[in-house]
């Protein structure tokens, strides 16, 4: 049987906007995060306290969490890839992070300056500092189901790096198509192969990214096996910059629907996120990617 609810994670501020060529204001940002959690996303994702050279288009983490309430009802986490950018966010008041790991050495290289186990030395004070400071860590894996460098990635080799990351004392796992070539049968393989090793749907969270038009087909083959956070940006946004070929996310707007259709609990009001994506289509001067924006949004 499917879940009855889900959580959806929105990314859009942070996955969505790194990936954009021209940097968005922050009086813009500001709203886009209020907009969202007034849509009623329970979670977004607001920025990165990465290098500033590396993605430019974040480097107002600090002035833009001054603005939000880092404190409220809903949780507004931050990238964090280290220990400098950790102290910029514990700095500002940032209650909830993310690591991100990378399950290739290739992209831990591009994305990170790293090798796959330096990677894992760079998180473990991360992890261990936001941890006594009370602050929540969720890890990402990216490059889970193919990488543009190396192919294949091997399932046993993402499952050791997620069991890795909750080693070190993070929350959840959020396992990223990061190039979205992943497909239906691959990602629940993925996810029994996680339970098999002892890690459970409920430490796991799936994030597509639809290059290859798939994240919709695979968020649903992951809620039949018993996925029940997903990660989504609003209209489509996303990318990385780091990573060939990498487009939007999953809409958010487009899991919903299906949602709906399905009858599984969200709390998301569509229309409210909708008209929050035209708006930001208007900002970015393009049309959204999300299906359901384009047909709901006038
Ligand atoms: P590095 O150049 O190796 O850094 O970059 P370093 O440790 O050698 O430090 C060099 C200088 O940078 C030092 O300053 C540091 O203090 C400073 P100096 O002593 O020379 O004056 N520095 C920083 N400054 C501000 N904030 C920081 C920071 N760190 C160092 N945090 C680093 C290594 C990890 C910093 C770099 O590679 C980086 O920032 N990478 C981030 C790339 C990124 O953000 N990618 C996109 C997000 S991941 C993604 O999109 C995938 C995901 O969506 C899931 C999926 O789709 O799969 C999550
Ligand atoms: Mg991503």
């Given at each position: 049987a499917l879940p009855a609810a889900v959580t959806i994670y929105e990314v859009g501020p942070r996955d969505g906007l790194q990936n954009e060529s021209a940097i968005v204001p922050l009086e813009v940002k500001t709203e886009f995060v209020e907009r969202l959690v007034a849509a009623g996303l329970p979670i977004v994702e607001a920025t990165s306290f990465v290098h500033p050279k590396w993605v430019p288009q974040l480097a107002d983490a600090a002035e833009l969490v001054a603005r939000?309430?880092?404190?409220?009802?809903?949780p507004l986490p931050v990238l964090v890839p280290n220990e400098r950018g950790l102290d910029r966010a514990l700095e500002s008041g940032v209650r909830h992070i993310a690591i991100f790991a990378s399950a290739t050495e290739a992209f831990a290289l591009k994305n990170l300056n790293s090798t796959l186990d330096d990677q894992l030395a760079m998180f473990e004070p991360v992890v261990a500092r936001a941890r006594a400071a009370g602050v929540d860590v969720r890890a990402y894996v990216s490059m889970?189901?193919?990488?543009?460098?190396?192919?294949a990635v091997p399932v046993d080799q993402v499952v050791s790096v997620g069991r890795r990351l909750l080693d070190l004392g993070a929350s959840q796992l959020s396992l990223g198509d990061t190039i979205g070539v992943g497909t239906a049968a691959h990602v629940q393989e993925l996810v029994r192969r996680f339970e098999a090793a002892g890690?459970?749907?409920?430490?796991l969270a799936m994030h597509f990214h639809d290059t290859y038009g798939q994240a919709l087909a695979n968020a649903h083959a992951a809620l039949q096996v018993g996925i029940t956070t997903f990660d989504a940006s609003a209209g489509g946004l996303g990318g990385c910059p780091y990573a060939e070929s990498a487009t939007g996310n999953l809409a958010t707007e487009d899991l919903v629907w299906m949602l709906d259709g399905l009858g599984i609990e969200h709390g998301v009001d569509l229309s409210s996120l909708v008209e929050t994506s035209v708006w930001m289509s208007r900002v970015l001067q393009k049309e959204p990617a999300s299906a359901v924006v384009r047909a709901l949004g006038a």
């Open positions: 939000l309430p880092m404190d409220g009802a809903v889970c189901f193919g990488d543009p460098w190396e192919g890690t459970g749907t409920e430490w």
